[in-house]
């Protein structure tokens, strides 16, 4: 409340801005109802000082300090994000130079595939490289021709002189057509059995182990050469047999693999057969 | 504080820094040297200096360099300001002012320059001088009258 002992503090508290509207509003009140008090309170309202803006620092330049180069740090995230992206883009521009061929047919099971079309080679002495199941599964899907899987390139393929083995002549010499036709049919039972064991081992690797089957030795001699390393390592035979089983592993899986890089399609899209399934993948 | 953070300081608190001293001082070339001196502590003690806090900061160094050093040398002799082309209000009444406000003794003066050209409130200005709040509005409601009397003896002259 405003009175003549405290009016002239209001009025200073006022000068400073420091009054509150209704401590202001009772002023003004106070000073109309005692005129007399309006010219001390017109002067304590005009002493207020006011900046003059013509009054400048001219010298700023000097004052002021090179803002450092802006340093951008990235967080892990990011960091591992744009990893990720460069790891992408190189492996599909990999996909995409090394992918001319349309569609692949990976067989999971071929060479059982290889050896069961040995079993009518018994019958008919001609093996051919492509399998009866990849044939089939090419012709089941028509619409998208199907590359050949790259059985002709592997050396599995069971060469002509294996139909020569097969061929061989009755050993016995026999004249009963019936027990001439036994014979014969022992004879080409053995010879499947050993092929069956030189495609499993020469299927994988130049370390695979070939077996000793005499009508193969003239017709393999880059095989053989392949297997006297093995055969010259100083371990055991049990040995060296678990390493080409191992070395056929290997291969099946590299063999695979390589087909899969050839599975690219174009640059959206990647089938993949596998079985009679056929497997297309959309980006 | 960061470098931005301090050059924005310099752009926007320079002049009123400036005029602050060189009503303070009464020298424009001591004013230039409150006003270096004092963004010169400021670039030092940047990692101190919360952001939002430079005006402040430049203030109370520049208060005390302004009212305490000068005092102490007693080499405050009042001049007239730099020339001032800009005169708001009245100009004969502003002139008063500038008179009225060299009756003042410096930290007198201080307070009310830092209430009037600058706005701040009592507890503001009390973290500036150092005052406590009260001690600054005894002191300005001491500077006010002697203002409003030297302003009304004045008159009555005129």
């Given at each position: 409340m405003v009175t003549w002992e405290n009016y002239e503090e209001y009025m200073m508290l006022h000068a400073d801005g420091e009054l509150q509207p209704a401590e202001a509003q009772a002023l003004v009140a106070f000073v109309s109802a005692n005129p007399e008090l309006r010219e001390e309170f017109e002067a304590y309202g005009s002493i207020k000082l006011m900046p003059?803006?013509?009054?400048?620092?001219?010298?700023k330049e000097a004052l002021l300090k090179p803002v450092p180069a802006k340093r951008i740090v990235l967080s892990a995230w990011q960091r591992l994000s744009i990893a990720a992206s460069v790891a992408a883009i190189i492996f599909i521009s990999l996909f995409n130079l090394r992918g001319t061929g349309n569609e692949v047919a990976i067989n999971e099971t071929e060479p059982a595939a290889i050896i069961s079309s040995l079993q009518p080679a018994v019958q008919t002495p001609a093996v051919t490289t492509a399998t009866p199941a990849a044939t089939n599964e090419v012709a089941a899907i028509p619409e998208v021709p199907a590359t050949e899987m790259p059985v002709s390139k592997k050396p599995t393929v069971v060469p002509t002189h294996v139909p020569g083995h097969l061929k061989a002549?009755?050993?016995?010499?026999?004249?009963d057509p019936a027990m001439a036709q036994a014979e014969q049919y022992e004879i080409n039972k053995i010879a499947v059995t050993e092929t069956q064991e030189y495609v499993l081992a020469n299927?994988?690797?130049?370390?695979a182990v070939i077996k000793e089957i005499p009508g193969l030795a003239i017709a393999l001699p880059a095989a053989e050469h392949k297997s006297s390393i093995l055969d010259n390592l100083p371990i055991e035979d049990i040995k060296k047999d678990g390493i080409a089983l191992m070395a056929n592993a290997v291969a099946n899986t590299y063999r695979k693999m390589d087909a899969f890089k050839h599975?690219?399609?174009?640059?959206k899209n990647i089938t993949v057969r596998i079985e009679k399934k056929r497997l297309v993948l959309s980006f | 504080m960061e470098v931005i953070e301090y050059n924005t300081c310099v752009q926007e608190w320079a002049d009123a820094l400036f005029r602050f001293a060189c009503k303070c001082t009464g020298q424009a070339d001591d004013a230039h040297d409150v006003v270096q001196s004092s963004f010169e502590v400021l670039w030092q003690k940047r990692k101190d200096v919360e952001p939002g806090k430079g005006k402040a900061f430049l203030f109370q160094v520049a208060y005390r360099q302004s009212v305490d050093n000068y005092r102490k040398r007693s080499?405050?002799?009042?001049?007239?300001?730099?020339?001032?082309s800009y005169s708001p209000g009245n100009p004969d009444l502003k002139k008063i002012l500038d008179r009225a406000l060299d009756q003042l003794d410096e930290q007198s003066r201080a307070l009310v320059l830092l209430k009037?050209?600058?706005?701040?409130?009592y507890e503001e200005i009390a973290q500036i001088t150092g005052l406590n709040e009260s001690q600054v509005k005894v002191y300005l409601h001491r500077a006010r009258k002697v203002l409003k009397e030297y302003l009304v003896s004045v008159e009555n002259v005129l």
């Open positions: 003059d803006a013509a009054v400048v620092y001219t010298n002549p009755l050993r016995s010499g026999t004249q299927a994988a690797a130049p370390l599975s690219v399609t174009d640059e | 080499r405050v002799t009042f001049t007239e300001a730099p020339e001032e009037d050209y600058e706005g701040y409130r």
